[in-house]
Structure formats: structure tokens, C-alpha cells
């Protein structure tokens, strides 16, 4: 018995020292800072985000496609819902209300579709991760898909 616990206080003390983070603001092995993880984060663009939509391939017209927003809401309510209100509130993630007067539709569009890379990359989705401690999953959206939501959300938004 005292054989076991040895090796499993053993175990646990090489796991705790293999598995140990180092200080992110140490110096390399050279001396040298070390660099970002995030390859071109200096070519980041916090308005646009990190994906492939920009203001040239997303135009949006001043009034709402009804059709999409029924569909966007439609989306929304299986894979969006379980997470996010219409409302302010949190829930697991941020309220959806005021989005699309904060954000520009190209930055949700690619959040929305491309959600890994923008939390790495972008201030903003770093401080909601931040407040809601949980990264958004991918949820594999077609790009028909995310546009109904976009429409979605900007009719919660008081576009008519």
C-alpha cells in the first residue's frame, strides 16, 4: 500500500512540473521578449475582424429582407438561443441587444463564422471571453446562414 501511494505522489509531482505554465512576460532562452502566438496580429483590422468578410463583399440594404429574418430567427432559435437573449442580459454569452450598433456588420459576420480566430486576435471578443468565461463554439454556419442572423439581428435591433 505504501508502494502505491509512493508512485502516486511521485505521479503527481512530475505531472504538476511537466504540466506548469510558464510566465508569459519571461524572457526566451536568448534573452529576446517573447513573440505573439497570433501570426500578422499587427495587420489586425478591429473594425473588420479576422475572416473573409469585408465592407466590399457585405452590403446591407437600409430596410430588412423579411424572409431572411424569419430564417435568421429560425437559426438563431437552435443554434444561438441556448446561449445568447435578444435582450442585454447575459446568459452564457453577451445579450444580443444594441450588437449591430456596436459592431459592424462585417465583424459579426465573421465572429460568427469564424469565432476561434477573432478571440485570439481581437480586444473585443477577448474582453467578452473574459466576462463570460466560455470561447464560442463554432457552430459551422453556411454563409446564407450567418446572413439570416445578421438580418435577425439587426430587426432586434430596430431596423424595419
Known amino acids: ?7 502516486l505522489s511521485m505521479s503527481v509531482i512530475l505531472l504538476a512540473t511537466a504540466c506548469g505554465g510558464s510566465d508569459p512576460s519571461a524572457q526566451s532562452a536568448n534573452g529576446e521578449a517573447p513573440k505573439s502566438m497570433v501570426p500578422d496580429a499587427e495587420k489586425y483590422d478591429p473594425k473588420r475582424g479576422e475572416g473573409k468578410w469585408t465592407p466590399e463583399n457585405l452590403t446591407l440594404k437600409p430596410t430588412l429582407d423579411e424572409a431572411s429574418v424569419s430564417l435568421g430567427e429560425s437559426i438563431a432559435a437552435v443554434k444561438c438561443t441556448s446561449c445568447h437573449k435578444s435582450t442585454e442580459e447575459k446568459l452564457v454569452g453577451p445579450g444580443w441587444k444594441g450588437v449591430t450598433q456596436r459592431r459592424k456588420p462585417e465583424w459579426i459576420m465573421n465572429f460568427i463564422t469564424n469565432p476561434d480566430p ?3 486576435k481581437d480586444p473585443e471578443a477577448q474582453a467578452m471571453l473574459e466576462l463570460c468565461l466560455v470561447r464560442m463554439p463554432n457552430q459551422s454556419l453556411t454563409d446564407t446562414e450567418a446572413r439570416n442572423i445578421l438580418e435577425y439581428m439587426r430587426k432586434n435591433d430596430g431596423v424595419k
Do not use: T
Request: glycine share 0%; net charge positive.
Open 1 to 7: 500500500m505504501k508502494k502505491i501511494a509512493a508512485i
Open 118 to 120: 477573432m478571440i485570439d
